[in-house]
């Protein structure tokens, strides 16, 4: 076995890379969450912006209107649920997993004919001298755009929530929609904003994967990559900034195993392949051991349907 | 005097039913007005119109003279009308500044907010710390909140939906100071309430609702509680007779009981300790929150204890579950009628078969009896008089009162050696509340324990042989109900924090 050929930096930006796909989501998904909506289709709209990115990517050869397409097919099927389950009042949980399977289905039906090519290829920043630095050039002035943006919208997302009025508003639909409503204020109309922005978000970090990560597409490339960014919301807390610490563990994870079958060790694949996943529900488990801290932490009102009383 | 608020011919209708018909008065600047009806007799509707969450039918308001129609909330409070809710509309995850600027417009930033919140709770008395998390207020302190952030408004009129119903009598007290001196400063204050003392203490004029309909209007000061209580049922009242007995042998008793609350606002039990006895109704006083409903978990079984901490009849219980419980004589009716006491979207047969069905002995190789559920269920309603159709509708259908008397019901016709119930009359009509009474009276005297958990301090004296203070977890020493006064129980509640400023 042959551990030379894992040199940290290279680990580090790599896993930096596995990681962003589930960050974004994730971040748009805490959003939902805080606005005390569940929704489960995080998945089926990860890989609707993979293929809405992909196509828009190859047939313009822009990957900037890629990202911006994805961005617009995430936002377009979690519409579809805002409708549903705001207005419909459909459960959430039984909408949200009905969005997966119709997003994993519609974007097979649309990638059809795009199998096998090979999207534009997208920027990484490169100052000169600087990105040529041993180690920090690589570590942190070297990676494609979108790493960057990602962290930028932790950033903006945090600054949202607790830093404005806005941010104070859509916590508190979540933490008690009938006061909330009581106080004048229009759950709905928040919590749509805030399933949109999640739509939105998913999509980009789908096409994240399909246009920088992989690069191509394949049929259900996400892999349980939304169900991971799921289970990341709840291992932050809901917290932000834990979510970037959340979506490296699961990239380091996920990129050591990787390079752990290539050098060639000692166990099994399959053992290797399910580390991540594994990792996921150990460190769930551990979360919610302590019930009385994981119900301080989460929305008061998540998943719980709001019907205006008159 | 030119009336602050005038109503005219106000009229809402919902299917079914006429919440509000053709509703007129007249509350003048710094007036203190009270607003009196039972549940359901449309209070909360006419509140709602003023305060702009419902739109009238017909009819029309003014303000100030001028036309008064909220669409919303926020077109209520520019005009200067607040309101404090009866369950209040904070946010326990938030911190009490951010729950403040929730309910302002152009809320002012955090700091400048907190200045303005620590000046006007020092100027009206109502202490707060604006950075604590609400969840961890009393709730006094919650209700402090709420005023604060009414005030920081500059209302011209304050709606006050059952204030003190959640207070302990020394927090009324303060209550009152707070509401006297808005209202010498000009504010005009609508006072909804069915606590009748208080009105007359408080209240300069009353107008009484009774099915929609404004039936009288009175001088609280002028008239008796039962003559307004008269008003407002429209018939003569009876209250249930107490009979005082000797007790039996001890049948409940609790050592030493220690319990961590599930829930991160809630409190934890420490150190309970009482015996119940035969032909006693013990009455838990306290405000909520204080820890009724873990002491309810503990009592049914939801919540597991060491077993010799909860013994029945010199048995340890305190490890097993409800139904073991149910057959060993403890039988326990909660707070929550919908969604605790009885599941909303079942029907009565099936809500009777559901605590019912091992004590009556309801089901056979697993299967349902089903003639006998019905039949049990019929004989509730009929031995309780609940007002429902038939066995099969379902339990969200039933009015409150109607509900809670097949929910007390279904436990007392199962004959429980110990009954232990939380808030029996909270939310019910003054007719099915008595009704409530004297079914719980009757069952002591038939030599079952009772423990009645309520916040209602008049029920607890009315019905009660012993009394016991529930206070941030610790139960006071049971004393005789006999003699105790109101003011008494209010120490007993740990009421210290009384401060006129």
């Known amino acids: ?310 | 005097m030119t009336a602050l608020l005038s109503l005219s011919g106000l009229t809402k209708a919902y299917p079914g039913v006429i919440a509000n018909d053709h509703v007129s008065f007249d509350i003048g600047p710094g007036e203190i007005h009270a607003l009196l009806g039972e549940n359901g007799a449309g209070k909360s509707t006419l509140v709602k119109m003023i305060y702009g969450l419902v739109r009238p039918d017909s009819g029309t308001m003014k303000l100030h003279g001028k036309a008064y129609a909220p669409a919303e909330p926020r077109a209520a409070r520019a005009s200067g009308v607040a309101m404090v809710f009866q369950h209040f509309s904070l946010f326990d995850a938030l911190t009490v500044a951010e729950n403040i600027a929730l309910g302002m417009e152009n809320a002012p930033d955090t700091a400048d907010l907190t200045q303005r919140i620590i000046e006007v709770s020092g100027k009206y008395g109502l202490t707060i710390d604006p950075h604590r998390m609400v969840g961890d207020l009393s709730a006094g302190e919650r209700q402090r909140v709420e005023i604060v952030r009414c005030l920081l408004q500059n209302p011209k009129m304050l709606i006050m939906d059952e204030p003190t119903s959640v207070l302990t009598p020394q927090e009324v007290e303060v209550l009152f100071h707070t509401l006297r001196q808005l209202s010498e400063e000009g504010t005009s204050i609508l006072y909804i309430s069915h606590k009748l003392d208080e009105i007359k203490a408080l209240c300069e004029h009353a107008t009484i609702l009774r099915r929609g309909k404004v039936v009288g209007t009175c001088i609280p000061r002028d008239e008796t509680a039962k003559s307004m209580a008269e008003m407002m049922v429209g018939e003569t009242l009876r209250t249930p007779k107490k009979h005082y007995t000797r007790h039996g042998a001890a049948l409940l008793e609790l050592h030493n009981l220690w319990l961590q609350s599930s829930d991160p606002f809630g409190t934890s039990l420490k150190e309970i300790t009482f015996n119940l006895h035969e032909g006693e109704v013990m009455g838990v006083g306290g405000v909520a929150g204080n820890g009724q409903d873990e002491l309810m978990l503990a009592l049914s079984g939801e919540e597991l204890t060491p077993a010799h901490a909860i013994q029945l009849k010199g048995e340890d219980i305190g490890n097993l579950g409800p139904n073991a419980r149910r057959m060993r004589g403890l039988l326990t009716a909660p707070e929550e009628r919908l969604g605790h006491a009885a599941a909303p979207d079942m029907t009565l047969t099936e809500n009777a078969f559901l605590t019912g069905a091992m004590r009556q002995n309801l089901t056979k190789n697993g299967m349902i009896k089903t003639a006998a559920t019905r039949k049990f269920a019929r004989a509730i309603i009929e031995q309780f008089d609940v007002r429902t159709p038939g066995t099969e509708n379902t339990a969200h259908s039933l009015s409150g009162g109607n509900l809670q008397k097949f929910v007390i019901g279904r436990e007392i016709l199962q004959k429980p050696e110990v009954f232990v119930v939380n808030q029996p009359t909270w939310g019910v009509d003054a007719a099915a509340a008595a009704d409530i009474r004297s079914a719980i009276l009757k069952l002591a005297e038939n030599g079952a324990a009772v423990l009645v958990i309520s916040q209602d301090l008049d029920e607890l004296m009315e019905i009660s042989d012993n009394i016991a203070i529930l206070s941030e977890g610790t139960l006071s020493a049971p004393r005789p109900a006999k003699g105790i006064t109101i003011e008494q129980i209010g120490l007993m509640m740990g009421g210290t924090e009384v401060e006129y400023v």
Request: hydrophobic share 55%; with cysteine.
């Open chain 1, 1 to 310: 076995m042959d551990f030379s050929a894992l040199s940290p930096v290279s680990l580090i930006v790599s896993l930096m890379v596995a990681a962003t796909p589930i960050l974004i989501a994730a971040i748009g998904e805490l959003v939902v969450e805080k606005s005390g909506v569940l929704n489960l289709g995080v998945e089926g709209m990860m890989i609707i912006g993979a293929i809405c990115g992909f196509i828009v990517a190859v047939e313009t050869g822009s990957p900037w209107l890629g990202f911006l397409a994805a961005m617009a097919g995430g936002a377009a099927i979690s519409f579809i649920f805002a409708i549903l389950t705001q207005y419909m009042l459909t459960n959430q949980v039984a909408t949200g997993l009905a969005l997966t399977l119709f997003g994993l289905g519609f974007a097979a039906l649309l990638g059809h004919s795009y199998a096998g090519i090979k999207p534009p290829k997208f920027g990484t920043l490169d100052i000169p001298f600087i990105s040529d630095i041993p180690v920090i050039g690589p570590l942190i002035f070297s990676h494609d755009y979108m790493i960057y943006i990602s962290l930028m919208i932790v950033a903006g997302v945090w600054y949202f929530l607790t830093r404005t009025r806005g941010g104070l508003v859509l916590r508190a639909a979540g933490e008690n929609h009938d006061a909330a409503h009581a106080l004048g204020y229009k759950v709905i109309r928040i919590r749509i904003m805030a399933i949109l922005f999640g739509g939105a978000m998913a999509g980009l970090g789908g096409a994240y994967l399909s246009l920088v990560r992989v690069p191509q597409w394949t049929e259900g490339m996400t892999a349980g990559a939304g169900w991971i960014a799921l289970a990341i919301v709840v291992f932050a807390s809901w917290k932000p900034w834990r979510i970037i610490l959340g979506a490296y563990l699961f990239g380091g994870i996920t990129v050591l195993q990787l390079n752990l079958q290539a050098a060639g060790a000692n166990i099994p694949v399959a053992y290797l392949s399910m580390t991540p996943y594994l990792v996921t529900i150990i460190v769930l488990v551990i979360m919610s051991a302590d019930k009385k801290r994981a119900s301080l932490n989460a929305p008061a009102c998540l998943g719980r349907i709001f019907h205006a009383s008159n």
